[in-house]
């Protein structure tokens, strides 16, 4: 889903090489001196933005003599099975783009540059981390920005209604009451756009791996369900405590229409992926976009509030590669304070970078900065299930429209997705009971 959201057609043939940083030599050599130019390859797939990127291969070629070209790919299945193909032959560029939630399936020991023995791994958030950890190697860099599936809320109406953050569930609702009995729509529904429903059921999973820590690891292996396990329930009930403080056309409202009423101070929440932000930005203006502040979506426990994050897409070294030491040059210049302000300087991040120590640029969204940066600092993130997970049904969009709707309950809502994910196992070859 990260991707569809994130997405940005760039082409649609299926390999269209360019050169992202100025022309230059090559070299052959294992690796060049930093006085000499050195050119890497790097796949990429259609449905990334490349402005972050493209700056860093930029300032790459100034700071340390490595010219980057870019092979961009198409995106989807034909671009994974693409890059399947490419290690498998031996075809590989010296660097790829791809999925944290992928990777491991091609066994990356014997494809990717293990970092461990380098200053990398010091360098990265543990959440991200352990997202690109395999047995005991660690893997790749991220290539942008994180971001949070969280409730977007407008600070303006919680001054003017003397409303704090949530630290429950049940305060929440309280504060949706409280806007609702003032004639505010106290939650955004774009339900047009399915896929905009499960943001809450999957945004939920801090709450959901706090109370089950192994739940994700267990439901692959198919000894645990959501229907039968209360915290991953307690997801789709949550739907059921929202329906009456829906905006009345929500299922008429698209994801576009959000980003307006937002911008414009039309509801008092919308629970949406963080990239909304940078949408909104690219509408209007800055200041907009920090009238809306973020948290993560509420648990039950008023001592243990978190937010769940979406990584980035994962820049791999080849290990069969004759460059790897310029490779891993270009890692660590990647990941540096001068790579990153140079990715900063030309893309705004949609939430906190996953190095550790760096905050982005001052100019970034306050809820990045203050909001969302509070969350990663006090070591309250949690992957997304879906992004450690092989096992995902191909019909929760629906489902979460059902419940959001009332025409399923929330313990239905539970059974139907346990059904359609054992469908998907069945296709895995898992060892699954129905």
Aim: aromatic share 10%.
């Amino acid at each position: 889903m990260k991707k569809k959201l994130m997405s940005v057609i760039i082409m649609a043939a299926m390999i269209i090489t360019l050169t992202a940083c100025g022309a230059g030599g090559g070299t052959d050599s294992s690796s060049a001196g930093e006085d000499e130019e050195v050119t890497l390859t790097l796949m990429v797939d259609s449905d990334e933005t490349l402005d972050g990127l493209e700056a860093v291969c930029e300032k790459a070629k100034e700071a340390v003599g490595i010219n980057v070209e870019l092979d961009v790919y198409t995106a989807g299945s034909d671009g994974d099975n693409l890059v399947k193909t490419r290690l498998a032959s031996g075809d590989m560029a010296d660097l790829c783009v791809w999925s944290d939630s992928k990777f491991k399936s091609v066994g990356p020991e014997k494809y990717f540059i293990d970092l461990s023995d380098t200053d990398i791994p010091d360098k990265l958030d543990d959440t991200y981390k352990n997202a690109v950890t395999y047995e005991d190697g660690v893997y790749g860099i991220p290539l942008g920005t994180s971001m949070c599936g969280a409730v977007l809320y407008n600070r303006e109406m919680y001054e003017k209604y003397n409303l704090e953050v949530p630290k429950t569930w049940d305060e929440f609702l309280e504060n949706c009451r409280v806007l609702d009995e003032a004639g505010e729509t106290a939650v955004l529904g774009t339900f047009a756009d399915s896929w905009t429903a499960q943001v809450l059921f999957l945004g939920d999973y801090y709450n959901v791996h706090a109370e089950e820590p192994e739940f994700a690891e267990d439901y692959e292996a198919g000894k645990v369900k959501f229907a039968n396990t209360p915290a991953a329930t307690r997801s789709f009930q949550k739907f059921e405590d929202l329906t009456d403080f829906y905006n009345d056309d929500y299922m008429a409202t698209i994801y576009d229409d959000g980003c307006e009423i937002m911008a414009n101070g039309g509801a008092g929440h919308w629970i949406m992926l963080t990239q909304a932000l940078s949408n909104i930005y690219s509408l209007y203006d800055k200041e907009t976009v920090d009238k809306i502040g973020v948290f993560g979506i509420p648990g039950d426990d008023p001592d243990n509030q978190g937010i769940t994050v979406w990584t980035p897409s994962t820049i791999f070294g080849n290990k069969n590669s004759d460059k790897q030491e310029d490779i891993i040059r270009f890692m660590e210049f990647y990941i540096s304070e001068e790579g990153l302000d140079a990715y900063s300087s030309a893309q705004m991040a949609d939430g906190p970078f996953l190095v550790k120590g760096y905050e982005g640029a001052e100019d970034g969204y306050k809820a990045v900065k203050e909001d969302m940066q509070a969350y990663f600092d006090a070591g309250k993130t949690e992957v997304d299930m879906q992004s450690q997970v092989q096992v995902v049904g191909s019909d929760l969009p629906a489902i979460c429209v059902e419940v959001a709707t009332g025409q399923i309950s929330g313990q239905e809502a539970a059974e139907k997705y346990d059904a359609d994910c054992y469908k998907a196992a069945v296709q895995l070859g898992l060892d699954w009971a129905e």
